[in-house]
């Protein structure tokens, strides 16, 4: 399985350092989609699929701040010896989730959290290219972020992934099993998320940009 999808990351691959630039973004990303394939004509078939570079820089950046609102958010109950209840959870994991929802909605993407030991079955890996990247940043971590083509069942577009580790503030929660506060074994009766150790892997955020409906028409009209 790595040796089919090895080579294929290789060309796709970006391993996108958090604190990196934007700027540095944009130009690894021009790389990896020049302005050049959205131009070619509807005959040729690009390599990747003509989503706009902006596109691609945007979901990178709009990923580093969904991660650093979670960070933020969990180290705010650093330091509160309660046990976080209900309320407190609300400002953590769930209002990510639904962050993410939203920069889907404003952007037209599809914007999850996937992890293999879920807390939400709804986070549940989705497909076998999830799988297999979840494992690849498993196996590799310094790989913080990569692209992947869409799948058949998706259709033209292009997938990315980005990693979430688990930093000492996320214990209070995904600790040990017998150290989970009341309400996530109330409200998570299958919950896995648990026995994390500080750099873990926690699971990673899975954006897919279909393809640029502009793309879509320029297409249309070059063939009518
Ligand atoms: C206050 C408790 C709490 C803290 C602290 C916390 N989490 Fe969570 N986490 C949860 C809950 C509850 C869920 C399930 C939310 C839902 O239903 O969508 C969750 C879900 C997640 C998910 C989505 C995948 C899944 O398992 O459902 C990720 C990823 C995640 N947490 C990562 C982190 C990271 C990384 C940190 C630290 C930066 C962190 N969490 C800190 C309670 C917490």
Not at 124 to 141: G, K, S, T
Not at 148 to 174: D, F
Request: aromatic share 6%; hydrophobic share 45%.
């Amino acid at each position: 399985m790595a040796q089919i999808l090895l080579p294929s990351l290789r060309r796709l691959a970006l391993t996108a350092l958090a604190s990196a630039a934007m700027v540095l973004f944009g130009a690894l990303l021009l790389t990896l989609a020049p302005p050049s394939a959205l131009a070619a004509p509807a005959d040729a078939s690009p390599a990747v699929a003509p989503v706009e570079p902006a596109a691609l820089a945007k979901a990178v950046v709009a990923m580093e701040g969904l991660d650093r609102m979670r960070i933020t958010l969990a180290a705010t109950l650093e330091g509160r010896s309660e046990e976080p209840t209900l309320q407190t959870m609300k400002e953590v994991c769930k209002p990510v989730g639904m962050k993410a929802a939203a920069i889907g909605e404003e952007n037209g993407w599809q914007v999850r959290q996937v992890a293999t030991k879920f807390r939400n079955p709804d986070h549940a890996p989705a497909h076998a290219q999830e799988r297999q990247v979840i494992d690849l940043f498993h196996r590799h971590p310094a790989i913080t972020g990569l692209w992947q083509p869409a799948t058949a069942e998706q259709g033209a577009g292009v997938n990315y992934y980005r990693r979430i580790n688990v930093e000492p503030s996320c214990l209070a929660c995904h600790g040990t099993k017998a150290s989970r506060p009341a309400f996530v074994t109330e409200n998570y009766p299958a919950d896995r998320a648990f026995d994390f150790k500080a750099g873990d892997l926690r699971g990673m955020y899975a954006v897919f940009i279909p393809e640029a409906p502009l793309a879509r028409d320029t297409l249309v009209d070059t063939k009518g």
